[in-house]
C-alpha cells in the first residue's frame, strides 16, 4: 500500500482523527431533512412528501461533503499527526508521483465515507419526496464528482502553505467562494447546486444571461477542467518543493 495513504488511514480510521468530519456531516444534514420535514407550513401534506425535501437535502449535502472533503485534503483535521513533505520526498525517498496517488487516493477514500455516510438520509429523502430514480442515481454520482473537483484545490493550498495553517484555509477558501461567484455571474448553470438542482426537478437549468451555450457540456466541461487542473496544479508544486528539498540537501 502507498505509504501516504496508509498514513492517511491510521490517522483518521485507527486514531480516529477524522471522525469529527463525518460526525459533523450528519449532525448538520439530519436535522436539515427532519425541519424540512416537518415544518409547519406543509400542513396535509406533512406525511405525503414535500415535493422540496429532496432538493433542500441533495443541496445541503453536496455543499457539505465538498466542504468536508476539502478541509480532509487540507488537513485541517490532525494536521499535527501527519508527516512533512519533507519527509516523504527526502527521507522517505518517495518520487511526486507517489506522493500525488498517496494524497488523491485518500482524499478519495474519504469522499466515499462521507457519500456512504449521507446516502441514507438522501435516499430517505428521496422516497418521501417521490423523487424519480433517476434524479436520485445523478445526485449520488455528481456529489463525489463536486466533491473531488473542488477538494483537490485544498491538496494544492497544503503544499504552497504547508507550514501557515491558517493562511492556508483562508486561500482555500477564497478560491473555492471566489469559482462559485464567478459561475453564478458568467452562466448560472455552471454553479453545482443550480445545476443539480434542475436535475432533480428534471429541468433545464435555468439562466439569468442571454446566453444560451448547452449546459450539460458547459458544466461538466469546466468542472472537468478544474479538476485537472487542480491535479496539474498540485503534482507541480509538489515538484517545486521537491527541487527546493534537493537543492537545501546539498
Known sequence: ?????????????????????????????????????????????MWSGPGNLFKNCSSVAVLLIAYFAMRVANQEYAPGRFKPLEHWLREGGLSVGAVVEGRVLFLVVNIVCLL?????????????????????????????????????WGLVALVLWEREPDNRELAVRCFIGFVVVISLVVYLPLNPVIYML??????EPPSITAVTWPADSVHFG?????????????????????????KNAI
Open 1 to 45: 500500500m502507498n505509504p501516504v495513504l496508509r498514513e492517511g488511514l491510521d490517522v483518521f480510521f485507527v486514531e480516529g482523527r477524522g471522525f469529527p468530519a463525518y460526525f459533523y456531516l450528519l449532525i448538520i444534514l439530519a436535522p436539515v431533512e427532519f425541519l424540512s420535514l416537518y415544518m409547519p407550513t406543509l400542513g396535509e401534506q
Open 116 to 152: 456512504i455516510l449521507s446516502a441514507p438520509l438522501l435516499i430517505w429523502a428521496a422516497a418521501i419526496a417521490r423523487a424519480p430514480l433517476a434524479g436520485l442515481a445523478a445526485t449520488l454520482a455528481l456529489i463525489p464528482f463536486y466533491a473531488f473537483c473542488y477538494g483537490v
Open 198 to 203: 434542475a436535475i432533480v426537478g428534471q429541468q
Open 222 to 246: 469546466f468542472h472537468l477542467m478544474l479538476g485537472a487542473a487542480g491535479l496539474v496544479a498540485y503534482q507541480w508544486a509538489l515538484a517545486r518543493r521537491l527541487a527546493v528539498v534537493s
